[in-house]
């Protein structure tokens, strides 16, 4: 964790509290500059009780909020240079467009001609020049979320804030907004900070993420790092799917259902769980030399592209080309490599 | 011909639809024609007759009640009525901005209470609403009486003289005006006040918008359906009060209603009074059609 770095933003020990339910717990994190960085973690994990106490829309219990050196923990909303892109959008139903995207300019009396330019430049920037004088009940949902993001980016702050912003897009339309979105940040050049419960959006957009639960941080990475290295069970399982396969370690290696693994390193635990994922499961004709076992296929799901098998024992889950053509019935074998094997704290 | 048609999930053909539709509205309507329209109408026709010497109606055209209604008389013009409406129109809008004022606050501390004792609260406001408004008026007598806090207060800050009560006067006409029209500002207001959606609230604090600035962008739009309904229903009664200003304004504080009173009453001039009353209710009119026009146009700053 970069936390010294003076430009980026950090959160030092935050708790907070509703009544008896801890919101956070000693949440501390750094984000440096210029990152596309990501709140990840199931509903009620207090990610955006994070983000609402960045924006100053919340105040923590303790712990400090700090952007580009200096500590803005007591300083209210209002004077922050962070701006948040609402999930709701929250956009002003009585103004047009433009007015909307205005708002903060004319807040901080921004000559008129100045506003105009600055305005005009991001409805251009984000395609939504013409509905300048629309109103929003006027737009489509897809539309509405560019104007809430020029309204919140018109103002460059220094932080954006991104609250769930793409839940209410359909499918099709989140995908192709969640690779805009992270254009847009890599032209801009700005530090993003997005709050998601949907970890496929989570590894298209970031830079890093931090994985949350149950208001503490439980892992910070690329989601590179944090797809295929994860810590914990919690974090496996939310990160796509995985394969959990309890064993005790027996004369250095690893004792389970599916017979000896051999893993990269000793795990420190005596009884505990490896983690691999569907994809990373080899299936051969032969038995492998280390790390198989014999399977037969229970069901199998066709996915276009891939084919998602379940196999006892287990059930394990194998995800593998579709176009290889197995049935429920087939006997294979499997391959865990111990590359792949992930060693999961307690 | 008789086309089968469905209705909101009933099968039904459109002649017996019409046929309920006229059972429906008919006896509304009748109710209406009877006690709305029809005495509307003799009160313009009475507005154009002449008061007999003995105060009856005589059936003689004339325009006499509306020239004198706007000042001009056999000696000449005065402004005496023109005042009174104009009084009239000022107090009802006084008082509605007062009661604005109040409701604000109130309807947001409403809403800030957990959902148990927030309808303890809201019964306080209603109490009052359901209590006789006679009584509530002649409550600010004791309240307003020279042996009170109020008064002696006033006394000691040399604005009435020992021992007088702080009636009758404008201020204590004002004061009942808003206690009786507080609930009608109010319980609108809170309806909208409860709907809030808090996410513009934070918005605008979010673009660094000042408290007026949040009040005047986020808040106000949003409560405006309220806001107008209970302007509305202060405003247009407030017009037409005649028991407050009667009894806590004294002689001097004529408003429309109070002279409208008069007329049918003790002076018995009917024709007069019929004008004076078509007056007030163009009056009416007139300002609900410029609240409706400034409304639609209203630009929020």
């Known amino acids: 964790m970069d936390m010294t770095k003076n430009t980026g933003l950090s959160v030092k020990g935050i708790d907070k ?175 993003f900070i997005l709050v998601t419960h949907d970890q496929s959006e989570a590894m298209v957009v970031s830079d ?34 995985a394969n959990l396969i309890e064993g005790r370690k027996n004369n250095g290696r690893l004792e389970t259902d599916v017979g000896f693994l051999v893993l990269q390193r000793l795990p420190k635990w005596e009884e505990g769980t490896v983690a691999i994922r569907p994809e990373r499961i080899r299936i051969t004709e032969s038995p492998p030399s280390v790390n198989g076992t014999k399977a037969r296929i229970r069901e199998a799901i066709y996915r276009g592209t891939d084919i998602d098998l379940w196999l006892d024992p287990g059930p394990l889950r194998v995800r593998t080309a579709a176009h290889r053509g197995y049935a429920v019935g087939d006997e294979v074998w499997l391959e865990f490599p111990s590359a792949a094997l992930v060693i999961l704290d307690e | 011909m008789n086309k089968l048609l469905i209705w909101y999930g009933e099968l039904t053909t459109q002649r017996r639809l019409t046929k309920r539709g006229c059972q429906f509205l008919g006896l509304g309507m009748l109710w209406i024609l009877l006690f709305l329209v029809l005495p509307g ?108 806090p109020p008064a002696r207060l006033a006394n000691l800050l040399g604005f009435i003289p020992q021992n007088t009560p702080l009636y009758p006067n404008a201020f204590a006409v004002y004061i009942g005006m808003v206690t009786i029209f507080l609930p009608f500002v109010a319980l609108p207001l809170y309806a909208s006040v409860e709907r809030l959606d808090w996410s513009l609230v934070e918005a605008a604090q979010d673009l660094y918008a000042s408290k007026v600035r949040v009040f005047m962008q986020a808040i106000l739009p949003q409560t405006m359906p309220g806001l107008s309904v209970g302007v509305i229903l202060t405003f247009v009664p407030a017009m037409g009060m005649f028991v407050v200003p009667d009894l806590l304004g004294g002689a001097k504080y004529m408003l429309v209603g109070n002279l409208i009173e008069q007329q049918f009453g003790a002076s018995r001039d009917w024709p007069f009074g019929a004008a004076v009353s078509m007056g007030m209710m163009v009056l009416t009119m007139v300002s609900l059609y410029l609240y409706r026009r400034k409304h639609k146009e209203m630009q929020f700053i």
């Open chain 2, 41 to 148: 109408l003799v009160l313009v026709v009475v507005s154009f007759a002449t008061r007999g010497s003995y105060g009856q109606l005589e059936w003689s055209f004339t325009i006499e009640n509306y020239k004198r209604l706007l000042g001009f008389s056999v000696f000449g013009w005065t402004a005496d009525y023109i005042s009174i409406l104009w009084r009239s129109v000022w107090v009802a809008f006084v008082t509605s901005l007062i009661a604005v004022i109040l409701s604000y606050p109130l309807c947001f501390f409403i809403c800030s209470r957990p959902e148990r004792t927030r309808y303890l609260w809201l019964m306080l406001v209603i109490i009052p609403f359901w209590t006789n408004m006679v009584i509530r008026t002649y409550a600010w007598f004791l309240i307003l009486a020279p042996e009170f």
């Open chain 1, 208 to 241: 890093r993420i931090a994985v949350m639960n149950q208001g503490e941080i439980i892992q910070f990475g690329s989601p590179k790092e944090v797809y295929e290295e994860p810590k914990t069970l919690f974090v496996a399982e939310f990160l796509g799917a």
């Open chain 1, 17 to 191: 509290s509703f009544g008896p339910v801890e919101a956070l717990k000693e949440v501390s994190l750094g984000v440096r500059e210029g990152e596309f960085f990501t709140l990840l973690g199931p509903s009620g994990c207090g990610k955006t009780t994070l983000l609402r106490i960045i924006a100053g829309l919340e105040l923590p219990d303790s712990g400090r909020v700090i952007l580009g050196g200096q500590d803005i923990t007591s300083l209210p909303a209002t004077k922050r240079q962070v701006n948040t892109v609402f999930q709701s959008y929250a956009l002003f139903p009585h103004l047009s467009i433009f007015e909307n995207v205005a708002f903060g300019l004319r807040s901080r009396k921004f000559p008129k001609n100045e506003v105009k330019s600055r305005v005009s430049k991001r409805l251009e920037m984000l395609g939504l020049q013409g509905m300048a004088h629309r109103r929003p009940d006027q737009l489509s949902g897809g539309q509405q979320q560019r104007v809430a993001l020029a309204r919140a980016l018109v103002n460059e702050p220094k932080v954006l804030l991104l609250d769930e912003p793409m839940s209410a897009l359909d499918a099709k339309l989140r995908a192709q907004v969640q690779v805009e979105l992270r254009r847009l940040q890599r032209k801009l050049g700005q530090t």
